[in-house]
């Protein structure tokens, strides 16, 4: 299931607590009937796809990355965690060798998150190289939780809050790389889509053609030809 989960990009947090609470460990995890609405409380309005024990699961390592692990979940919950964190620690190692950096960053600041009980939507802030933990722990002290909080800062509040000038001079610049970065991933055609747009623009009764002859025709007209290509610098 680990190596299956590498083949995916981009993955955020969520996917991560997702793919970690399906696992065989936690196959008999039951949901007592008092415990759906405690569940249901620590979600809100997240969006999960799992249910039964494995929501139960992440249920509990998101209550422990706010701190907030209700008395009913105690018992199980420290199971839970012992079990996640070495879980955790194997899929970093696989996605080490079989999927992104991205995707490791991802694996790794979960696991960081809930060792040191910081919320879920702090994750981003790590991925800004001269944010580490300690300075995570200031900034969601100070109500800077996601990368929207930090990017409404001044370089003069964040001093305040105990930052050098130097450090929060890296922090903004990196800041910046992070969004532009973001920014273009959101703007990659996806495939599919890019196939579709193609099917609705040929015409159906074409000279003895089919459409998907076609679409492979015109797909390959966006693939640069190594043979064509005159790049001039």
């Keep these: 299931m680990f190596r299956e989960s590498a083949k995916k990009e981009n993955l955020a947090l969520l ?3 997702e793919i970690i609470s399906k696992a065989d460990e936690f196959s008999e995890v039951v949901v007592r009937p008092k415990e759906h609405a405690l569940i249901k409380k620590i979600l809100k309005d997240r969006t999960i796809n799992l249910k039964g024990g494995s929501l139960k699961v992440a249920a509990i390592l998101l209550a422990y990355m706010h701190g907030e692990i209700p008395p009913e979940f105690r018992s199980d919950g420290w199971v839970i965690k012992q079990n996640a964190e070495r879980l955790l620690k194997a899929l970093e190692h696989i996605f080490q060798n079989y999927s992104t950096p991205s995707n490791v960053a991802t694996v790794k600041n979960t696991s960081t998150l809930i060792k040191n009980s910081l919320p879920d939507e702090a994750e981003p802030l790590l991925q800004i190289q001269s944010i580490d933990i300690k300075t995570v722990k200031t ?6 939780l996601n ?10 509040a964040l001093t305040t809050i105990g930052m050098s000038e130097a450090k929060v001079k890296r922090i903004l610049k990196e800041l910046e790389k992070y969004q532009a970065d973001q920014s273009q991933l959101k703007l990659t055609p996806d495939e599919s889509i890019l196939n579709e747009c193609l099917v609705d623009a040929v015409s159906v009764d074409a000279e003895n053609k089919t459409v998907e002859g076609m679409v492979k025709e015109q797909v390959t007209e966006f693939i640069p030809n190594e043979e064509n290509q005159d790049i001039v610098e």
């Design 147 to 156: 990368i929207k909080d930090l990017s409404a800062q001044t370089p003069q």
């Design 139 to 144: 900034l969601v002290q100070h109500d800077i």
């Design 15 to 17: 996917d991560v607590l």
